[in-house]
């Protein structure tokens, strides 16, 4: 099974939900992070995929700057793989499971050609079993990002895995408390992750992830508990 992971947005929780569904896979996982931008800085998404969850990772692109990776690699005079290369070594691989995650949102732009992460999920989409996963925001904003990216998705095709929201607050508003059933009237709401959840270790990481994964509603568990 292939799972990529896309958000509504940049900072939204991404990596971290990507974690909690490399922890709970069940098999042979590997989380491939085909470009990684701001390696200058130290970012690493896959390195600390890697030490929440445990598991195998990759990163196949590196580009300095903390920018879109079309942008990154214009600036720094390199050329990138196009986004077909990525979706062919994604396919081929033999686990049981693979989490593809994304820069930015779905339509950021990929490589240099134009290529997104939605023509990747389709390109794989073409010859493998993918879902998607869309990681949203909590609060106020969230349902019409996550409807046009859903509807991009599905306008392709794409099947929908669900929803993750990124970050519950310790103390959510109303806005937070109304999107939480609002959301899922756009997809099926799968996950609910407490704001703060990266800073556990591995073992709390792990331990506490299933209990996120409840389907819907506030998470059972917060991270410092």
């Known amino acids: 099974m292939i799972t ?3 958000g509504t947005t940049t900072g939204v929780g991404k990596t971290i939900a990507t974690a909690a569904l490399a922890a709970t896979a069940a098999g042979s996982v590997l989380v491939v992070k085909p470009v990684q931008t701001g390696a200058a800085d130290g970012d690493s998404d ?6 929440l969850a445990g598991v195998d990772t ?14 990154a690699a214009r600036r720094q ?18 686990h049981d499971t693979v989490v593809v995650e994304g820069a930015g949102g779905l339509l950021v732009r990929l490589d240099t050609e134009g290529g997104t992460l939605l023509d990747l999920a389709s390109l794989v989409d073409d010859v493998a079993d993918v879902d998607v996963v869309v990681v949203v925001a ?3 904003g969230t349902l019409n990002h996550t409807e046009l990216t859903v509807d991009a998705l599905r306008a392709r095709g794409l099947t929908v895995r669900g929803l993750v929201i ?8 109303l806005a937070e408390r109304c999107n939480l059933q609002d959301l899922e009237r756009i997809a099926p709401l799968v996950a609910v992750i407490p704001d703060g959840a990266g800073a556990l270790d591995r073992d709390g990481f792990v331990a506490a992830a299933p209990s996120w994964f409840s389907g819907a509603g506030a998470p059972r568990r917060t991270a410092s508990s």
Do not use: C, H
């Open 77 to 94: 005079g390199v050329e990138i793989p196009g986004v077909a290369s990525y979706a062919a070594r994604i396919a081929a691989l033999p």
């Open 138 to 140: 909590a609060g106020l």
């Open 46 to 51: 896959a390195r600390e995929i890697a030490r």
């Open 58 to 71: 990759v990163e196949w692109t590196t580009l300095d700057e903390p920018l879109a990776p079309d942008t």
């Open 4 to 6: 990529i992971v896309t």
């Open 166 to 173: 990124g970050a519950w607050p310790a103390e959510p508003g």
